[in-house]
């Protein structure tokens, strides 16, 4: 297998399970939403069986969107090899990386704060430390979503769907919804690129 076509069916393996992992995501949000239930319902057994249900795919959700990231970073490191353009998305997903590992350390320190009951003077700077976390990590998740749009435009020359993909994702920053969209349109991209190759040979 060549690099291009590794990099292609990552590519379209990381976008699929990307889109799993939303409609999971959304699996867990709706049903619970729509159910109504009250502070009274707190030992209802149906409420207690709508939570598990919801930590088993909530789990599932974060299962697959690790997955998602490393079959999206084996890619953008194949295609990397094909063209060193190609490597500005792995340095994007690299940012991403680190934007939601400071995001997520945040909300420890947040629940690290609230559980020790801290004075009010040490919640002060921890608050600061959270804000200016909060801050790094939108900073980085931003760079790392251009970066990674822009690999998508760059793959254009590969197959045209990608640069659609790409100004639609980008466009996704302000309308995040756009990115499924965008993922959508990656994977389709993606599996026509496998087939001419297959093609090809």
Known sequence: MTDLNEGMENLRKGSLVYLLAVAVSWASIIPLMATGFTAGDLMNPA????????????????????????????????????????????????LMLVGLILFSFSLILALFAAATGASDDIALVIVG????????????????????????????????????????????????????????????AANRAIKAARAAV
């Open 47 to 94: 409420l207690i069986a709508s939570v598990g249900a919801l930590a088993i795919l909530i789990v599932a959700a974060i299962v697959l969107g690790i997955a998602s990231f490393v079959y999206l970073f084996m890619a953008t490191g194949a295609l990397r090899k094909v063209n060193e353009r190609y490597g500005i998305g792995r340095k994007g997903l690299l």
């Open 129 to 188: 430390i959270i804000g200016l976390l909060w801050i790094i990590a939108a900073v980085l998740l931003l760079i790392g979503v251009i970066l990674f749009g822009i690999m998508l435009l760059r793959l254009e020359d590969v197959d045209t769907r990608f640069k659609t993909a790409g100004i639609i994702y980008l466009i996704g920053i302000i309308v995040p919804f756009l990115i499924i969209v965008a993922m959508i349109l990656v994977y389709s």
